[in-house]
């Protein structure tokens, strides 16, 4: 009795003591950071084996990739008796523990000689790896087998108690514990990285030019094999000149061997393949795993050592196939998962949007030449529209420009009077005639500066673009203007800023688009009756570090909302006797300067134009 007593005290104090020991490795793994997981499970099965006096623990992961698989990942085991220095897959040395192993069934071998004929693979390989007696406890999260444990007697058999392999069940739930946690912290990481992958790639292709996107597309399928493990990714084009013919057109190959042909269609190496991505089909399947309607296709893949692939059509929208992008295996079969697949299929849009970009650029410069003619003919048409239109402005302005001509010609008689006058009745007076022959000259260059501005104006191309004050230019249009202004019984209302930057713009210019713009407002506001208010507001403002906006406001008619989308077209006019040249050039003018013009309705009725134009860099 006593000795009982003693007996069942020397298990319990083992079995707390082994608890404590599982506590501490539980707690132990858990606070480790996920790289540091695959140290910390070899450390804790050195430590069990010391404890339970065990020569060897090794744990095999199934593999993910490869169905069948379970490959050694994590062992401890005595100097004097290591394990071969190369891979070990359960699925290929030990069958059928691993077939009970996936059935979540535990394996106790006390004698070698206990194991049935079935297992003499098994058998074979625990004699070549100097194993007497061991357990195999499967690794199993949530109804899932993730691999399995096994602790190992080399130096005698023995029989392995219920407690003991309970305990081993234990320790391969806190393994499989921290393996999932370092799965699935590895698997954001991989996520995360391929992500931003994706999105570095998708922004390489922005702005490319068409004649740098076959090479960019190529050094993508290099990194994306590279980042995921694959070894071959192929892109076929639809020739537009032949529907339905797909050509190789980009491909990346870890190994050159076997050689390519020098033209390769899918129609006639792969007619199956062909068939599904006609139809929009994704396709992910193993070489060895084709149906017998795809003999040709499997022919192809078995010669290129292709052992999986994945083939994803290249379609925007409901549009047919534009091509087919391929990525294969070749040293194993490899598992496409759902996330894989539509991480894959963003690539796809990446390559499709930006092989669309390139065919269309392409398809845009041939037209863009053989329109060059055509372009040449119209652009010497317009300048003749500008001209025209400047020509006009002139003729509108020329009541403005006679009145401040006027002045210093009538300056200039009055003084030749003068001096006509001093001569006659006193010769002698020198200095006052000097003076009068200085304002006379002043006058008539004056006069000049007139007329050059007129000859400018007409006579002007392209723009001369340099930092000009908005207000300058709004005075000596106001000036122009004033008399026109006046008969219309408009005035102009805007007050200087000083935070206004000075712009980069051609000053002649600019000045032809705000006359063309007040004369527009002027001529809006000429039906308002009585005491209407016929005040055009003007305002200028910076929109931001790089742009000032220029507004102006009138009370007039407005613009109806069906025109708001055709008032700067040419030859649009709804005024009798428009021409519909002036807002058409003063589009293109401001256009030129790297600004906008729109219009939009004024809430208290009548129209609003708007420009931008950029901030003179000092």
């Given at each position: 009795?006593?000795?009982?007593e003693?007996?069942?005290?020397?298990?319990?104090?083992?079995?707390?003591?082994?608890?404590?020991?599982?506590?501490n490795?539980s707690?132990?793994?858990?606070?480790?950071?996920?790289?540091?997981?695959?140290?910390?499970?070899?450390?804790?099965?050195?430590?069990i084996?010391?404890?339970?006096?065990?020569?060897?623990?090794?744990?095999?992961?199934?593999?993910?990739k490869?169905?069948?698989?379970a490959?050694?990942t994590?062992?401890?085991?005595p100097?004097?008796?290591?394990?071969?220095?190369?891979?070990l897959?359960?699925?290929?040395?030990?069958?059928?523990?691993?077939?009970?192993v996936?059935?979540?069934?535990?394996?106790?071998?006390?004698?070698?000689?206990?194991?049935?004929?079935?297992?003499?693979?098994?058998?074979?390989?625990?004699?070549?790896?100097?194993?007497?007696?061991g357990?195999?406890?499967?690794?199993?999260?949530?109804?899932?087998?993730?691999?399995?444990?096994?602790?190992?007697?080399?130096?005698?058999?023995?029989?392995?108690?219920?407690?003991?392999?309970?305990?081993?069940?234990?320790?391969?739930?806190?393994?499989?514990?921290?393996?999932v946690?370092?799965r699935?912290?590895?698997?954001?990481?991989?996520r995360?990285?391929?992500?931003?992958?994706?999105?570095?790639?998708?922004?390489?292709?922005?702005?490319?030019?068409?004649?740098?996107?076959?090479?960019?597309?190529?050094?993508?399928?290099?990194?994306?094999?590279?980042?995921?493990?694959?070894?071959?990714s192929?892109?076929?084009?639809?020739?537009?000149?032949?529907?339905?013919?797909?050509v190789?057109?980009?491909i990346?190959?870890?190994?050159?061997d076997?050689?390519l042909p020098?033209?390769?269609?899918?129609?006639e190496?792969?007619?199956?393949?062909?068939?599904?991505?006609?139809?929009?089909?994704?396709?992910?399947?193993?070489?060895?795993?084709?149906?017998?309607?795809?003999?040709?296709?499997q022919?192809?893949?078995?010669?290129?050592?292709?052992?999986?692939?994945?083939v994803?059509?290249?379609?925007?929208?409901?549009?047919?196939?534009?091509?087919?992008?391929?990525?294969?295996?070749?040293?194993?079969?490899?598992?496409?998962?759902?996330?894989?697949?539509?991480?894959?299929?963003?690539?796809a849009?990446?390559?499709t949007?930006?092989?669309?970009?390139k065919?269309?650029?392409?398809?845009?410069?041939a037209?863009r030449?053989?329109?060059?003619?055509?372009?040449?003919i119209?652009?010497a048409?317009?300048?003749?529209?500008?001209r025209?239109?400047?020509?006009?402005?002139?003729?509108?302005?020329?009541?403005?420009?006679?009145?401040?001509?006027?002045?210093?010609?009538?300056?200039?008689?009055?003084?030749?009077?003068?001096?006509?006058?001093?001569?006659?009745?006193?010769?002698?007076?020198?200095?006052?005639?000097?003076?009068?022959?200085?304002?006379?000259?002043?006058q008539?260059?004056?006069?000049?500066?007139?007329?050059?501005?007129?000859?400018?104006?007409?006579?002007s191309?392209?723009?001369?673009?340099?930092?000009?004050?908005l207000?300058?230019?709004?005075?000596q249009?106001?000036?122009?203007?004033g008399?026109d202004l006046?008969?219309?019984?408009?005035r102009?209302?805007?007050?200087?800023?000083?935070?206004?930057?000075?712009v980069?713009?051609?000053?002649?210019?600019?000045?032809?688009?705000?006359?063309?713009l007040?004369?527009?407002?002027?001529?809006?506001?000429?039906?308002?009756?009585?005491?209407?208010?016929?005040?055009?507001?003007?305002?200028?403002?910076?929109?931001?570090?790089?742009?000032?906006?220029?507004?102006?406001?009138?009370?007039?008619?407005?613009?109806?909302?069906?025109?708001?989308?055709?008032?700067?077209?040419?030859?649009s006019?709804?005024?009798?006797?428009?021409?519909?040249?002036?807002?058409?050039?003063?589009?293109?003018?401001?256009?030129?300067?790297?600004g906008r013009?729109w219009?939009?309705?004024?809430?208290?009725?009548?129209?609003?134009?708007?420009?931008?134009?950029q901030?003179a860099?000092?």
């Amino acid at each position: 009795m006593r000795q009982t007593e003693t007996d069942l005290l020397s298990e319990i104090r083992e079995q707390l003591t082994f608890e404590i020991l599982l506590g501490n490795i539980s707690a132990y793994l858990v606070n480790l950071p996920a790289d540091r997981i695959d140290d910390g499970i070899k450390e804790s099965q050195r430590r069990i084996c010391e404890y339970l006096d065990l020569d060897r623990s090794a744990l095999w992961q199934l593999s993910g990739k490869e169905p069948g698989k379970a490959l050694l990942t994590h062992v401890y085991q005595p100097p004097k008796a290591l394990l071969p220095d190369e891979p070990l897959d359960a699925g290929a040395s030990f069958p059928w523990a691993l077939n009970k192993v996936l059935r979540k069934e535990i394996v106790a071998i006390n004698r070698l000689a206990d194991l049935p004929p079935e297992a003499n693979c098994d058998r074979e390989s625990f004699q070549r790896l100097g194993v007497r007696s061991g357990v195999v406890v499967p690794l199993s999260i949530g109804g899932r087998v993730l691999g399995a444990l096994t602790f190992t007697r080399l130096q005698e058999e023995g029989d392995w108690p219920c407690r003991v392999v309970e305990r081993f069940l234990h320790i391969a739930q806190v393994f499989a514990n921290a393996l999932v946690r370092k799965r699935g912290e590895k698997s954001m990481r991989d996520r995360l990285e391929f992500e931003t992958m994706l999105t570095d790639i998708s922004t390489r292709f922005v702005n490319l030019p068409a004649d740098k996107i076959d090479g960019e597309i190529e050094d993508a399928q290099r990194r994306i094999c590279e980042c995921i493990g694959l070894e071959i990714s192929a892109l076929w084009q639809v020739l537009v000149e032949i529907p339905r013919n797909h050509v190789l057109t980009h491909i990346y190959r870890l190994l050159e061997d076997p050689p390519l042909p020098e033209r390769m269609t899918a129609d006639e190496y792969f007619p199956w393949c062909l068939e599904h991505v006609e139809a929009g089909e994704v396709i992910a399947v193993s070489t060895e795993e084709l149906p017998v309607e795809a003999a040709r296709d499997q022919e192809v893949w078995r010669h290129y050592g292709i052992k999986s692939s994945l083939v994803i059509p290249l379609s925007a929208g409901r549009e047919p196939p534009s091509g087919v992008i391929s990525f294969h295996t070749t040293k194993a079969k490899y598992t496409w998962t759902g996330l894989l697949v539509k991480q894959l299929n963003l690539v796809a849009q990446i390559f499709t949007n930006a092989i669309a970009r390139k065919r269309a650029e392409v398809a845009l410069q041939a037209a863009r030449d053989e329109r060059s003619q055509a372009e040449g003919i119209a652009s010497a048409q317009h300048r003749r529209l500008v001209r025209f239109s400047k020509e006009r402005a002139l003729g509108a302005m020329a009541t403005g420009i006679a009145h401040e001509i006027n002045q210093p010609l009538i300056a200039i008689q009055n003084y030749a009077q003068a001096a006509k006058r001093r001569l006659h009745s006193d010769p002698a007076q020198t200095a006052k005639l000097d003076e009068l022959l200085d304002k006379i000259e002043q006058q008539s260059g004056r006069a000049g500066d007139i007329i050059q501005r007129i000859r400018t104006l007409v006579t002007s191309d392209d723009p001369e673009l340099r930092p000009v004050s908005l207000y300058a230019l709004l005075d000596q249009v106001t000036l122009i203007l004033g008399v026109d202004l006046e008969r219309h019984g408009c005035r102009i209302d805007y007050r200087p800023r000083f935070d206004v930057p000075e712009v980069l713009a051609d000053a002649l210019q600019i000045q032809m688009v705000l006359v063309n713009l007040l004369q527009n407002a002027a001529q809006s506001m000429q039906s308002l009756e009585g005491k209407a208010d016929k005040t055009i507001r003007i305002d200028i403002e910076p929109i931001n570090d790089r742009e000032v906006q220029v507004s102006v406001a009138d009370r007039g008619r407005g613009v109806p909302p069906d025109r708001l989308g055709d008032i700067f077209e040419p030859f649009s006019s709804d005024k009798a006797g428009g021409m519909g040249i002036g807002l058409a050039v003063c589009w293109d003018i401001i256009e030129a300067h790297g600004g906008r013009l729109w219009c939009k309705p004024h809430p208290s009725g009548g129209a609003i134009f708007q420009f931008t134009l950029q901030v003179a860099v000092e």
